[in-house]
């Protein structure tokens, strides 16, 4: 069992406190939701966690299993265990999905140990077959063209591939059409499980509707104000983000 613990976090942009002391704790097998008003911090927060170099870390850590990450760089956060979804995903023309991969799976192995390719091709099909992926699929250029939809899948297939033990998905504000909400919602479903943790940021109510979290929390100017469970979610959808906003001036 694994645990990614945020502890009273601060992250700055330039100068700019963004997060303001943001606690959460996330165990294997918990799906989190955060949600919250736009430019709130959510981006930054995942950001942060994955090691952006833009995003600065002035007070706080964040524990993967107990120990420091900080100190880490971007790939050793991933190689560590951590995933970060990309809300908008690069294009590689030229480069296909099954060679992406490969290379990705690749880095994450140990110096001077070899993929090999019919292993990783026999996963690689695992994977697609339970998700539901067309063979074909891998074979196009990598988010080259792709619908918003397409991009989703192949960021899912990405997680499944790398087994993180805890997945960072960053849905906001990225327009996400039902079909790419469908996606996400089933790719989550069908990976989640004892093994993986996720954190699933998002402003829309409806995903949640498709991917039932343990926890939810409302994030509003950089910290936490506000933890549920799914029904949270119900209430901020019924009642906007005001509500919160309220609540706190009277707190
Ligand atoms: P959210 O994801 O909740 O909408 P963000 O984390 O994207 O919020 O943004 C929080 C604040 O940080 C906003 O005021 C935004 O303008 C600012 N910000 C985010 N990323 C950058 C950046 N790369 N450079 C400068 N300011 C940024
Ligand atoms: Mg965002």
Not at 144 to 153: A, N, P, Q, Y
Not at 187 to 216: A, F, K, M, S, W
Request: charged share 25%.
């Amino acid at each position: 069992m694994s645990s990614l613990e945020i502890r009273d976090l601060h992250v700055a942009i330039d100068s700019k406190e963004i997060v303001k002391g943001l606690s959460l704790t996330i165990n294997s097998g918990e799906v989190h939701a955060i949600m919250g008003p736009n430019g709130t911090g959510k981006s930054t927060l995942s950001k942060a966690i994955a090691g952006h170099p833009d995003y600065r870390i002035t007070q706080g850590d964040v524990l993967l299993d107990g120990r420091s990450i900080l100190e880490l760089e971007p790939d050793e956060r991933a190689r560590a265990g951590i995933f970060l979804a990309f809300q908008y995903p690069s294009e590689i023309p030229g480069v296909s999905i099954a060679n992406f991969l490969r290379a990705a799976v690749q880095a994450r192995m140990a110096e001077g140990e070899e993929l090999e390719a019919t292993a990783y091709y026999k996963r690689l099909y695992q994977k697609m077959d339970m998700l539901k992926i067309d063979r074909k699929f891998t074979s196009r250029s990598v988010n080259d063209g792709f619908s918003g939809g397409e991009k989703k899948r192949c960021e899912i297939l990405q997680m499944a591939m790398l087994e993180p033990k805890f997945s960072l998905m960053d849905e906001t504000d990225s327009g996400l059409d039902i079909d790419a909400l469908r996606i996400v919602a089933e790719g989550v479903n069908t990976l989640r499980g004892p093994g993986l943790g996720v954190l699933l940021i998002t402003h829309y109510q409806r995903l949640l509707n498709y991917i039932i979290p343990d926890q939810v929390h409302v994030m509003y100017d950089g910290r936490i104000v506000k933890t549920g469970d799914k029904s949270l979610a119900l209430e901020l959808e019924a009642r906007g983000y005001d509500w919160v906003k309220t609540e706190l001036a009277h707190a």
